[in-house]
Nanobody, 127 residues
Framework: QVQLVESGGGLVQAGGSLRLSCAVS????????MGWFRQVPGNEREFVVA????????GYADSVKDRFTISRDNGKNTLYLQMNNLKPEDTAVYYC????????????????????WGQGTQVTVSS
């Protein structure tokens, strides 16, 4: 059973930084395409960033481009999200997601593309 556990969320002032981590167990991490999503109560879960199984392809939502960076360490079975210059509108619960790769080298933006999800970590940015 694949399990994803996020950590690193918290309260930060606008302009600050946080790094989220997603530890993956129960499967071979390098066999999964990965993504980060976020959700505000009352809204749908939205795409933030995703990466292919080997980290060579990444895609970002326009709202976070040039501020957020996704990375993965296949040796440590961990996905990261470095978030810089945070804004109040980045406040949300952040989820990591995984799905078995087809080795196509693509990344995936849709919630429906992913089978496995973490429990989420809260990020709050104060103005």
């Amino acid at each position: 059973q694949v399990q994803l556990v996020e950590s690193g969320g918290g309260l930060v002032q606008a302009g600050g930084s946080l790094r989220l981590s997603c530890a993956v167990s129960g499967g071979t991490f390098s066999r999964y395409d990965m993504g980060w999503f976020r959700q505000v109560p009352g809204n749908e879960r939205e795409f933030v960033v995703a990466t292919s199984w080997n980290g060579q392809r990444t895609g970002y939502a326009d709202s976070v481009k040039d501020r957020f960076t996704i990375s993965r360490d296949n040796g440590k079975n961990t996905l990261y999200l470095q978030m810089n210059n945070l804004k109040p509108e980045d406040t949300a619960v952040y989820y990591c997601a995984a799905d078995r790769t087809s080795y196509s080298g693509r990344y995936y933006r849709l919630v429906s593309d992913y089978v496995y999800w973490g429990q989420g970590t809260q990020v709050t940015v104060s103005s």
